[in-house]
């Protein structure tokens, strides 16, 4: 098992900065792909961005790239999630996840955070 604990969310206005941190404990050897997903209200959950755990490939949603930078220390078992230039779009409950193998949608993922709120105001 691998549990999950993310901080750093809260209230910011439009054009500031957050920074998301996401500390696995557990059976961190077993961790493959770390990724941050977002839902807002009355939306589905969706991908913001991933890595590799050992490779630091990452992946983004078009909808984030070039604001949005996830990173991960492995001495740290933790992955983060440096926002910038935020909008009120960008209002959410941002979720992290782990998965023991690559993984090509949210579904596969085995773990889940209990997410941090995430509020851009205008």
């Known amino acids: 098992q691998v549990q999950l604990v993310e901080e750093g969310g809260g209230l910011v206005q439009a054009g500031g900065s957050l920074r998301l941190s996401c500390a696995a404990s557990g059976r961190t050897g077993s961790i493959y792909t770390m990724g941050w997903f977002r839902q807002a209200p009355g939306k589905e959950r969706l991908f913001v961005a991933d890595?590799?755990?050992?490779?630091?490939?990452?992946y983004y949603a078009d909808s984030v790239k070039g604001r949005f930078t996830i990173s991960r220390d492995k001495a740290k078992n933790t992955v983060y999630l440096q926002m910038n230039t935020l909008k009120p779009e960008d209002t959410a409950v941002y979720y992290c996840?782990?998965?023991?193998?690559?993984?090509?949608?949210?579904?596969?993922?085995?773990?889940w955070g209990q997410g941090t709120q995430v509020t851009v105001s205008s």
């Open positions: 890595i590799l755990w050992n490779g630091e490939i990452t």
């Open positions: 996840a782990a998965a023991q193998r690559a993984v090509f949608n949210q579904k596969e993922y085995e773990y």
